[in-house]
């Protein structure tokens, strides 16, 4: 249940329809955002799906352009709705929609993962489970047919991204030993009789476009995909855009990168002092991931442990650091059910009737997970993170329509939220354990790195004096993967799908930091403002209140609280 609605204005009611009708086109979409009545479709790939989709923005965006926008509440709705479909609608015509294909996000995935938040109780939701299983052939043809065009038009991905979505799509599908993903969801109904058979065939011709869809990339655009993985400044000056709702000074944010990171290993020395006696990071980080006290073994063991961290801080912070609803306090951890997707937040459907979710995708082979670097995950993905920020905003619909609620996402505002809510969590002592301490403080130099290494490889920059590497060179991948190896602790298969995910993401890695840093300009400039005055709980409460939106226009809303 949310709270009640206000008498909806007019830009409400454009706000509304925008949502109403991108569900109807975008089924992917509608279970994402727990729209009912569309579960049993997939999203139109095609084209002329994508064609659709965009005459609906084109349609939205006029309609709130000429809307009456007086009062602030309008205001501030007109802006982000408009803000939104303009970046969409600049991505579409520029190509870059039709022709998207890479690790970290696309088509591919999401026709994937839309699964994960279906309902499995009951024959009814393994009837339409099985109908949205037939519908995979027709959605990745269409999708095929929107690569080829644009690679007509001259628009295809890198080549790395071409073969690495490659290997996924015959993942799913079950290539060689591996199971495919349809094959373990059709054995988790523990049905029988005409359903199970209709249930496998589905899953059959689910799998077999997969493959299908494999041995076109491989077959059919490998060709024309280039080799240069670099977007060049005009595409990634767009894409950061879209991620961060700013114009960003580049050079100045690459500059800055590398002054961040800088800043935080210092901050990793004087926490390795507290752990050993000495300054040695890398020594620090053994010790601890060599603790059996602080590791888990297991699937099992990883979400005992994630519920309960969780449990705990949602219990702890509500009432006292944030106003949390009734709904908002339940959130469930879950290990994902395929490998390699990382960990990542889905929110609650509208009524809550689902709530918000936090997954783990566990690594192909890993032996077990240090507590330490994962704690500071939980508060990113849950409390005060994704969730809090998600499912606060999707109950407040006496204040917020449905695109504000349930649509509108920037990443720099979210991700930026989420990765200060990590700091925010260390200022409220929840990470004084040196350990603790230690993981976030390694999460925070891991995205200052992304910032150096995406807008270094993608703009070709030449890497500064000083950085103890490859001085005087421009970035390439190769010399990529050697700086994460310089100033990140990870397995380096890890390593490397980061090194994909940034060439094939342009924009979307930096928005962490970014988006930190404009949250933490903001606070302080509320602070300012303010002085003994200044309620940090108040702050964050009409903050979060006005939902997600870029950068540039939230830097304007907070300087009016």
């Not at 409400?12 to 509608?30: G, K, N, T």
């Not at 501030?76 to 970046?87: D, I, K």
């Amino acid at each position: 249940m949310t709270a009640t609605p206000a008498t909806p204005s007019v830009v409400d009611e454009i706000s509304d329809r925008f949502v109403e009708q991108s569900a109807a086109l975008d089924p992917c979409l509608a279970t994402y955002l727990g729209i009912g009545g569309y579960d049993d479709r997939l999203t139109d790939f095609s084209p002329g799906g994508w064609q659709a989709r965009a005459e609906l923005a084109r349609t939205a965006l006029r309609d709130v352009t000429a809307a009456d926008t007086t009062s602030d509440r309008d205001r501030v709705a007109a802006a982000q709705l408009a803000e939104r479909l303009e970046v969409e609608l600049a991505l579409y015509d520029a190509g870059y929609v039709t022709s998207d294909l890479n690790t970290a996000h696309c088509p591919l995935l999401t026709v994937r993962q839309i699964f994960d938040l279906m309902p499995t109780d009951g024959e009814q939701a393994w009837e339409v489970i099985a109908a949205r299983m037939r519908a995979v052939p027709v959605a990745l043809q269409g999708y095929r047919e929107s690569l080829s065009d644009a690679a007509r038009a001259g628009q295809v991905s890198a080549r790395r991204q071409v073969l690495g979505c490659a290997e996924r799509s015959r993942t799913y599908a079950g290539a060689g030993s591996v199971p495919s993903f349809f094959g373990l969801l059709v054995e988790r109904s523990e049905t029988s009789g005409p359903l199970r058979l209709e249930l496998d065939e589905a899953a059959s011709y689910a799998n077999t476009a997969y493959a299908a869809l494999g041995a076109f990339l491989t077959d059919e655009l490998l060709v024309d995909a280039p080799a240069r993985d670099a977007v060049g400044a005009e595409r990634y000056a767009l894409a950061s855009r879209v991620f961060t709702g700013t114009e960003l000074d580049l050079a100045e944010t690459y500059e800055w990168g590398w002054a961040e990171l800088a800043r935080i290993e210092t901050e990793m020395r004087q926490a390795a002092r507290e752990l050993t006696g000495g300054e040695d990071v890398d020594a620090a980080i053994a010790e601890l991931d060599g603790d059996p006290a602080r590791k888990l073994r297991g699937g099992e063991a990883l979400q005992a442990w994630l519920q309960e961290t969780s449990d705990v801080v949602l219990r702890e912070l509500a009432d006292v650091h944030f106003d949390l609803p009734e709904p908002v306090r339940r959130l469930e951890c879950r290990i994902a059910p395929t490998s390699g997707d990382g960990m990542y937040y889905t929110g609650p459907s509208e009524d809550f009737t689902r709530p918000g979710r936090m997954w783990w995708s566990l690594p192909e082979g890993s032996d077990g997970f240090s507590t330490w670097r994962e704690k500071t995950t939980v508060y990113h993905e849950g409390v005060p993170g994704h969730h809090l920020q998600v499912a606060q905003t999707a109950y407040r619909s006496e204040q917020l329509n449905r695109f504000q609620r349930l649509l509108c996402w920037v990443s720099g505002h979210g991700e930026g939220w989420a990765l200060y809510a990590e700091r925010l969590m260390a200022e409220l002592g929840y990470l004084d354990e040196p350990g603790d301490r230690m993981g976030m403080l390694d999460s925070q130099a891991f995205r200052a790195a992304r910032v150096v290494l995406d807008i270094g490889m993608h703009l070709e920059l030449e890497i500064p004096r000083g950085a103890g590497m490859h001085e005087g060179e421009r970035w390439t991948p190769e010399i990529g993967l050697e700086f994460l190896r310089a100033h990140t602790h990870m397995d380096d298969a890890l390593r490397r799908d980061e090194i994909d995910r940034y060439l094939g993401w342009p924009g979307q890695a930096p928005s962490y930091k970014v988006g930190e840093r404009v949250w933490l300009e903001c606070r302080e400039d509320a602070r300012r403002r303010h002085g003994d005055a200044f309620d940090l709980k108040a702050f964050h409460a009409a903050a979060l209140n006005l939902g997600s939106m870029g950068l540039d226009p939230l830097r304007a809303e907070l300087a009016r609280l």
